[in-house]
């Protein structure tokens, strides 16, 4: 049971960047899967969150319109394109299966390492 995320690196303000988590030990579709950020000396954040389906989705309003969340299903995966990506979201990033869409519970195990993003200016 675990969460592996990648997909994260340092990247020039305007740039792009996509992340990857992969889910197992557990049936992927049953549960709707979201992405949590924790920068240096702040609490971690919810950023966005998607339905089982995928039919149904929900940002952080710093993240709307930037930030794209997918998932495939017979991946196991889920992914985060980030857009025009700013200095202020510069943190870790963090999977994790979600209740609501926005609430993390805690079914693929800990929180995983997590992938480093860093955005300069």
């Known amino acids: 049971v675990q969460l592996q995320a990648s997909g994260g690196g340092l990247v020039q303000a305007g740039g792009s960047l996509r992340l990857s988590c992969a889910a197992s030990?557990?049936?992927?579709?049953?549960?709707?899967m979201g992405w949590f950020r924790q920068a240096p000396g702040k609490e971690r954040e919810f950023v966005a969150g998607?339905?089982?389906?995928?039919?149904?989705?929900y940002y952080l309003v710093s993240v709307k319109g930037r930030f794209t969340l997918s998932r495939d299903n017979a991946k196991n995966t889920v992914y985060l394109q980030m857009n025009s990506l700013k200095p202020e979201d510069t943190a870790v990033y963090y999977c994790?299966?979600?209740?609501?869409?926005?609430?993390?519970?805690?079914?693929?195990?800990?929180w995983g390492q997590g992938t480093q993003v860093t955005v300069s200016s």
């Open positions: 030990g557990r049936t992927f579709s049953n549960y709707g």
């Open positions: 994790s299966a979600v209740d609501g869409l926005t609430v993390p519970i805690e079914i693929f195990g800990s």
């Open positions: 998607i339905s089982r389906s995928g039919a149904s989705t």
